[in-house]
């Protein structure tokens, strides 16, 4: 099959847009902020430097946003075991639960346009999710 990946990039770039606006929480955290509590559950706890790097933001925007999760009980702050100069950011059991309390109302938010949609379309999608998670580099759940 021959396919113009820079065609399927704009499509998928289109139906990530999309949605991201059907699964978007209005209110609460900001993207960067999820995704710095989603990159501690998956790593681990981390140097303030390293999830600046990781989310693509500079050290004092993260140092600002790591201050105000810390404020709300979502990350604390841990001296690094191996060097007691460093601080780690680790995710707190309430950073945790806000995370897992998100996903499942993305996924009650997607539950009602997946069932509207045709069995045929369902098995496709089930069937790309796991080339969509490699493309993506998240871990595929079972």
Excluded: F, N, Y
Excluded at 29 to 43: E, I, N, W
Excluded at 81 to 110: C, F, S, Y
């Amino acid at each position: 099959m021959d396919v113009d990946r820079r065609e399927l990039a704009a499509r998928l770039d289109d139906v990530v847009i999309g949605l991201r606006r059907l699964t978007l929480d209005r209110q609460g955290l900001s993207l960067t902020a999820a995704a710095t509590l989603l990159t501690l559950r998956r790593s681990g706890p981390a140097r303030l430097t390293d999830l600046a790097v990781a989310e693509g933001v500079s050290q004092p925007s993260m140092t600002a946003l790591i201050g105000r999760l810390t404020t709300t009980g979502l990350v604390q702050r841990r001296t690094d075991p191996g060097d007691g100069r460093a601080v780690l950011i680790t995710l707190t059991d309430a950073g945790a639960d806000l995370l897992d309390r998100r996903r499942e109302a993305r996924a009650v938010r997607l539950a009602g346009p997946l069932a509207g949609l045709p069995d045929d379309d369902v098995r496709a999608i089930t069937a790309a999710l796991p080339a969509l998670a490699r493309l993506a580099g998240v871990p595929t759940h079972s």
